[in-house]
């Protein structure tokens, strides 16, 4: 692959970033401590070749590695595309959460 002057070589296909966070207290406590996927970005021309899924088990191997029992992972409605997605890798709705905009003009 060559690059022009100032371009990067190499591109990044995915990238995803994720962190250890605490439930709710109303969670059981052995389920209150969990894995929380905050980013998963995989460019538009790489997609469907199974990056995403590739870097959600390189979490769920840490995580579980960690001793952390459950991997969570939020998205925007509408996002059809990534619900089903994550549908396939094993994701399960557990909560929802419901917005309401103010002051729109």
Known sequence: MTSSPGEPAIRA????????????VF???????RAQVVDLVVAEAARR???????????EAEAEARGLRRLAIGLLTGND?????????GF??????LAKALNEG
Do not use: K, Q, T
């Not at 595309?81 to 890798?89: D, E, L, N, S, T």
């Open 13 to 24: 296909a995915g990238a995803g970033d994720w962190g250890e966070e605490l439930d709710r």
């Open 27 to 33: 969670v059981a406590p052995p389920l209150r401590r």
């Open 49 to 59: 070749r199974g990056i995403g899924s590739a870097l959600l088990r390189a979490v």
């Open 81 to 89: 595309a990534a619900a089903a997605a994550y549908r396939r890798f």
């Open 92 to 97: 399960r709705p557990y909560a929802l959460e």
